[in-house]
């Protein structure tokens, strides 16, 4: 009888981090920012507010494309794809990765998004609008489809492995970083790009407040008086590489992924339930070896909605059995950044586990009784992190999240 032999698993590691937000450029900005508790929020001028409820959000301010893209590469793409790029630069610039001497038909380019390239939707609207059909420019048409973010990314740095774009609305960066996770893992690909990229749309704007989920000025998250949550845009790339290729290369390594979880409400397009947000952190841990006593940290999707801050509560009340992990929400200084929130999270995960810091949620006033967890209030919490949760629930049921070990060789 032939034995077979058992496929060795590969241990999957973080070695380079980019962030495009509105809390700044790059991990340290980003990181220090964080911690220090700042406020991204601020009035909204990238598109005329005055029909709407609501006039503040989580808006990226001086970010110049040209100084990441070739004024004429630019020119071309819509903002998604400028934010993606230049945190894939950022993230590949981090990982002092020497691309010109990798095989590139071995990288691979995943990222998440919600609304895309949202903007050429306004723009061939406003076209069609003023100059009929014959305005409508054939560029605007073909960078309009979603997969252009993760194909721009591509083109830029010359990469021939596979590219894919995920969907699933706020969840997306961490389907994008599990299904990278996977990549890895098969042997599909060496290094992974990625992340996920969202920007600021008057369509998504006005879409959460007609459903009246915006809060006036500032995100609330568990707060007894919550008010919904505030919009923003970003980018979050994270690189991923297989750890005995980084630790050869002499790679700095920001943190380890364990595994992922993945489940679907199937209950209702915006209203979350405590199953589907249960088994899907549940799974996560089963997925990864880890027992809920070993979590230090978990960093929630925590949008400062009533309702899903009460669900997600609930949930990780009933997976770690009333124990009182810290328990953060960084929406509450970025704003929510849609297909980029749990991208960056993740990359707040992996920074809280490498400095054993913990960021606070902001703006917390007034404890509820049914949000019974303890969220770090007002202050980031030096603190030892040697496992995090990274929380992201999505409209459609969508849930994934993410298991971030502290690095050990």
């Not at 306004?122 to 054939?138: A, L, N, P, Q, V």
């Not at 407040?209 to 915006?214: G, H, K, T, W």
């Not at 790339?237 to 943190?255: S, T």
């Not at 919490?381 to 049921?397: H, S, Y």
């Amino acid at each position: 009888m032939v034995e077979l032999k058992q496929k060795k698993i590969k241990r999957i590691v973080v070695t380079g981090i980019g962030a495009i937000s509105s809390l700044g450029e790059g991990r340290s900005e980003f990181w220090k920012n964080l911690i220090q508790g700042k406020s991204g929020i601020s009035k909204i001028d990238a598109f005329d507010t005055a029909g709407h409820a609501t006039h503040f959000g989580g808006q990226v301010r001086n970010f110049n494309a040209d100084k990441f893209i070739s004024r004429k590469k630019a020119k071309v793409m819509a903002r998604a794809s400028h934010f993606a790029v230049a945190a894939a630069k950022l993230a590949l610039k981090d990982a002092e990765l020497d691309l010109k001497h990798s095989d590139r038909s071995k990288i691979a380019v995943i990222l998440g998004t919600t609304g895309g390239e949202s903007q050429k939707i306004e723009y061939i609207d406003e076209m069609e609008h003023k100059k009929g059909t014959d305005g409508i420019d054939s560029m605007s048409v073909i960078q309009y489809p979603v997969s252009n973010i993760s194909s721009n990314v591509a083109l830029e740095f010359k990469i021939k492995g596979m590219t894919r774009i995920f969907t699933t609305a706020c969840a997306a960066g961490n389907y994008a970083i599990g299904y990278g996770f996977d990549l890895i893992q098969l042997g599909k690909a060496d290094i992974v790009i990625s992340g996920g990229s969202d920007a600021f749309s008057y369509l998504g704007f006005t879409g959460f407040n007609q459903i009246r989920a915006v809060a006036p000025e500032k995100c609330q998250p568990f707060d007894k008086n919550r008010k919904g949550m505030i919009p923003g845009e970003g980018a979050g790339i994270l690189i991923l590489e297989e750890m005995d290729a980084a630790l050869k290369r002499g790679a700095v390594i920001y943190a380890e992924i364990l595994g992922y979880g993945l489940s679907c409400d199937a209950f209702h397009m915006t209203n979350p339930q405590v199953d589907g947000v249960t088994r899907c952190m549940e799974s996560a841990l089963n997925r990864a070896g880890i027992k809920p006593e070993q979590v230090d940290y978990i960093s929630a999707h925590g949008t400062g909605t009533i309702l899903n801050d009460k669900t997600e509560s609930v949930s990780i009340n009933k997976v770690f059995a009333n124990r009182k992990v810290p328990v953060s929400s960084i929406k509450s200084m970025l704003g929510h950044t849609m297909g980029a929130a749990s991208a960056l999270e993740a990359i707040a995960c992996c920074l809280a586990v490498e400095n054993d810091i913990i960021p606070g949620t902001m703006n917390f006033e007034t404890l509820d009784p049914e949000c019974d967890i303890d969220c770090v209030p007002n202050k980031a919490r030096p603190q030892k992190v040697d496992i995090a949760l990274n929380n992201g629930f999505a409209f459609g049921g969508n849930n994934a999240c993410l298991v971030i070990k502290k690095f050990k060789e």
